[in-house]
């Protein structure tokens, strides 16, 4: 395992408060300001600017964040690893997008662990762009996402297709017709509710638009969400109307909660993929990847 001080400079990178740093490791204050202190020494480099109670990394912090990110996980996952090749029980860490995470891979992964005991699966959801990243890092052993990613640097399997409708209260004259015109979404001047730059929704749904001519940003109309169910909650008291996953809003639209249309200009689709990287979770990999493509039913 790597020496805590790694750990400690990573906490307080994050928080920029030697305090709150200690807080979240359980730690007295001035052990963490003395870790850090003997790890600066050691490198020979500050490497964070005090000022006052906050903290900012030097160019040099900068830098040793992004290869203490990736020696973390590479201990952690080193540490795992051996006590599988030692335990009954074998762990694995998954990450998922938000559509892949919130409505696909949770039933999967519990059948999984149903029909073969001996298996943990620990399941982290964020947006396309962290899961990516995280997983060069080898944070995960496996991920599933619905957005563009690396095709050169990571391995992958298709797992389904999936389509983004346009939705909203049932209430909204758009939804009685089954298609909606770009020009007609436009002339509404209704908020969109999208999600964060860096989601597998929000490409699709921007290239969607480029596309076709769409400008929504230059109307100062789109308000940004991390969450799915934030963003559903909002359109259920009839507020804005969104670009999401069919998945996402199956429940609702069987309720009767929230309405959904095609775009006329066409369909808005993309596919859902498993990517890995060559590790040694291989074996497990290819296993639970060709569990879920016999397994998953739409």
Request: proline share 4%; hydrophobic share 45%; glycine share 6%.
């Amino acid at each position: 395992m790597l020496d805590a001080k790694w750990k400690i400079f990573q906490m307080a990178a994050a928080t920029c408060n030697f305090t709150q740093t200690a807080a979240a490791l359980g730690m007295s204050q001035p052990n963490v300001t003395g870790q850090i202190r003997k790890l600066e020494q050691e490198l020979g480099v500050a490497l964070f600017i005090r000022d006052g109670r906050q903290l900012r990394l030097t160019r040099p912090g900068r830098v040793l964040l992004l290869e203490a990110e990736s020696l973390l996980a590479l201990s952690e996952n080193a540490v795992r690893m051996a006590r599988n090749a030692a335990a009954d029980v074998l762990s694995f860490q998954l990450g998922a997008t938000m559509t892949a995470g919130g409505y696909v891979l949770p039933p999967l992964a519990a059948e999984f662990m149903r029909e073969h005991a001996n298996r943990r699966i620990h399941l982290c959801i964020a947006n396309t762009e962290e899961i990516s990243d995280k997983l060069k890092k080898r944070f995960f052993d496996l991920a599933l996402v619905e957005g563009a990613f690396d095709r050169e640097l990571f391995l992958s399997r298709t797992l389904l297709a999936d389509e983004l409708l346009l939705a909203g209260s049932p209430r909204l004259p758009f939804f009685r017709g089954g298609k909606v015109e770009l020009a007609e979404l436009a002339k509404s001047n209704l908020p969109l509710l999208l999600r964060e730059k860096g989601s597998g929704t929000r490409f699709y749904t921007d290239r969607f638009f480029r596309e076709h001519g769409f400008r929504p940003e230059r109307s100062g109309r789109i308000l940004e969400l991390n969450s799915p169910d934030a963003i559903k909650s909002m359109l259920r008291t009839g507020f804005g109307v969104t670009v999401i996953s069919e998945l996402a809003v199956r429940d609702e639209l069987k309720a009767g909660t929230l309405a959904a249309a095609r775009f006329a200009e066409g369909e808005v689709r993309r596919e859902m993929n498993f990517i890995y990287l060559p590790n040694d979770s291989l074996k497990f990999n290819e296993e639970f990847i060709a569990y879920c493509r016999r397994k998953y039913r739409p």
